[in-house]
């Protein structure tokens, strides 16, 4: 009997399953040969997703805010992987409730009393909990309460992710086709280790299905090559045979800029993304990465073909 096989038994459940990187998991465990659950506030989102799939995932609609609708997602599980995000604060949904305590502990803390194996947390690199930053010091209390909450659990970092219906290169694809001048935060200097989103999802449904050959449990995804802002932006011109003129715009525009945007119903641009960029998003030396899980990241170049096609 081959692995997919013998995966069948085992359930695992996606919170944040219909997002960005998190319907990509779900799909590498439903190939796997896991049985599948996408959780999310919208359960009616996830046929639509996954109807092109040979296998469907089960829909499961909870709230990671509301403890009492995670327990019927929860039951059972092997395994759970927290791919929830949050990128403009609105009401309850603060950054501290969904990144830190209120959210993603409760979920870490239910999946241990659950009897669950294997927590996955999805964070990202930079984290840190003692930063200025709303979004970054969240994300890194975050990930000290899920460590508490669930002894073991598995820390993973990406750095951005790139793919074909990303928020970060295709939207740097098409404005650099429709601006005569390019803005670039601060000087352009922020170096950049981007990470095709596939990799990531390879990767970590590959931890559930254990591989992991080192038995770490923190990692810090990122791409094969780093780029400085500009040198990225460069590239992706040379890439598209065009020319792009760059213009520094200081970080307290930005910021005053994505402020306004943020009042917008799809906000262009937000603040965390502003802080973000203030700080070299490149994996850490000594911190397993993709490479320590045998998987080859995937260049740039191709990801941005990926999205020509996509055009
Ligand atoms: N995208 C990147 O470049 C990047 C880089 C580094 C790290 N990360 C991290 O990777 C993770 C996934 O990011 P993503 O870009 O894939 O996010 P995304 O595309 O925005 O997806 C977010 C998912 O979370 C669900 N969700 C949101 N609030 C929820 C709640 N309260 N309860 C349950 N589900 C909820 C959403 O579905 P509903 O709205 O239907 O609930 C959706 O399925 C996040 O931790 C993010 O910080 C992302």
């Given at each position: 009997m081959d692995s997919a096989n013998l995966n069948t038994k085992r359930i695992v459940t996606v919170?944040?399953?219909?997002g960005f990187l998190g319907r990509r998991i779900v799909k590498r465990l439903l190939e796997g040969g896991f049985t599948v659950r996408a959780a999310s506030?919208?359960?009616?989102?996830v046929s639509p997703i996954f109807s092109s799939t040979g296998r469907m995932p089960e829909a499961v609609e909870a709230d990671i805010l509301d403890a009492s609708s995670i327990g019927s997602a929860i039951a059972g599980s092997e395994a759970i992987v927290n791919a929830v995000s949050l990128y403009v604060e609105q009401g309850v949904q603060t950054f501290e409730r969904v990144h830190h305590v209120k959210a993603a502990a409760d979920l870490a803390a239910a999946a241990r009393d659950g009897k669950v194996d294997q927590f996955i947390h999805i964070s990202g690199i930079?984290?840190?909990?003692?930063?200025?930053s709303n979004y970054i010091g969240a994300r890194g209390r975050g990930e000290v309460a899920v460590e508490s909450a669930f002894p073991g659990a598995f820390i993973v970092r990406p750095a951005v992710m790139t793919g074909p219906d990303d928020a970060f290169l295709t939207t740097i694809v098409r404005l650099i086709r429709l601006l005569p001048i390019y803005p670039v935060f601060g000087d352009g200097g922020t170096r950049l280790q981007s990470v095709y989103v596939e990799d990531v999802a390879k990767a970590v449904s590959g931890l559930i299905d254990g591989r992991n050959p080192k038995g770490s449990s923190i990692f810090e995804f990122g791409g094969p090559r780093i780029y400085t802002y500009k040198e990225l932006l460069w590239e992706i011109a040379r890439q598209l045979h065009t020319n792009v003129k760059l213009m520094p715009v200081p970080f307290a525009v930005w910021k005053a800029l994505a402020g306004v945007a943020e009042l917008l119903p799809a906000a262009p641009i937000t603040r965390n993304q502003v802080d973000l960029m203030r700080h070299d998003n490149v994996a850490a030396i000594g911190v397993p990465g993709l490479k320590e899980l045998d998987i080859e990241p995937r260049d740039i170049d191709e990801v941005i073909r990926l999205i020509e096609q996509r055009a």
């Open positions: 919170f944040g399953g219909t506030r919208h359960s009616a989102r930079g984290s840190d909990p003692k930063s200025d």
